[in-house]
T-cell receptor, first 115, second 113 residues
Framework: ETGVTQSPTHLIKTRGQQVTLRCSSQ?????VSWYQQALGQGPQFIFQ???????GRGNFPPRFSGLQFPNYSSELNVNALELDDSALYLC??????????????FGPGTRLTVL | GENVEQHPSTLSVQEGDSAVIKCTYS??????FPWYKQELGKGPQLIID?????GEKKDQRIAVTLNKTAKHFSLHITETQPEDSAVYFC????????????FGIGTKLQVIP
């Protein structure tokens, strides 16, 4: 069984640029959630993808967008980067059955620094 | 929306002692409460979880209790070891159209050998 993987591990961008982060789900999982974790804080929910559609979103602006692919892997895109976007971005996968969501398993994260 | 408060923010215990971390939640509809351990440079790792139809759950040295009436849940680690040193997060979520997990701010646990 393969765990959740994310790429890249680290990334440095400048303000105003765009970034794409990638996530491969754990084998057998069909749901992907993305979280932003600022230094010294708990992860904050960005959005969730199920069956290739966004089916829930936290308090993040539209410049945060995502995709889920048929193999359940996912991308997080952030446009017009701001300094406050500097954080650890975490992907978590889970298996949804009959509308019930089970435990989420996290990847190691991508550390994004915006200069 | 859901709000999860966690305390203490830091906790130091001697090796072999017990550690207790407490959380409260605001959304009475929350029905799933996972606990995560995060080591430096890694993503959160699920260590134990509890659903709202259960009051207590144990897994070796780790136990979690849930009081739905008071909206409190707690993590208990017995016989602590240096490798237990990490940041621990409580979280709450509910079944529904999607699963939004709301995390506490985290507790940095230091086990002193």
């Amino acid at each position: 069984e393969t765990g959740v993987t994310q790429s890249p591990t680290h990334l440095i961008k400048t303000r105003g640029q765009q970034v794409t982060l990638r996530c491969s789900s754990q084998s057998g999982h069909n749901t992907v959630s993305w979280y932003q974790q600022a230094l010294g804080q708990g992860p904050q929910f960005i959005f969730q993808y199920y069956r290739e559609e966004e089916n829930g979103r936290g308090n993040f602006p539209p410049r945060f967008s995502g995709l889920q692919f048929p193999n359940y892997s996912s991308e997080l895109n952030v446009n017009a980067l701001e300094l406050d976007d500097s954080a650890l971005y975490l992907c978590a996968s889970s298996l949804a059955n009959s509308g019930l969501f089970n435990e989420q398993f996290f990847g190691p994260g991508t550390r994004l620094t915006v200069l | 929306g859901e709000n999860v408060e966690q305390h203490p923010s830091t906790l130091s215990v001697q090796e072999g002692d017990s550690a207790v971390i407490k959380c409260t939640y605001s959304d009475s509809a929350s029905n799933y409460f996972p606990w995560y351990k995060q080591e430096l440079g890694k993503g959160p790792q699920l260590i134990i979880d509890i659903r709202s139809n259960v009051g207590e759950k144990k897994d070796q040295r780790i136990a979690v209790t849930l009081n739905k009436t008071a909206k409190h849940f707690s993590l208990h680690i017995t016989e602590t070891q240096p490798e237990d040193s990490a940041v621990y997060f409580c979280a709450a979520s509910r079944s529904g159209g999607y699963q939004k997990v709301t995390f506490g701010i985290g507790t940095k646990l230091q086990v002193i050998p």
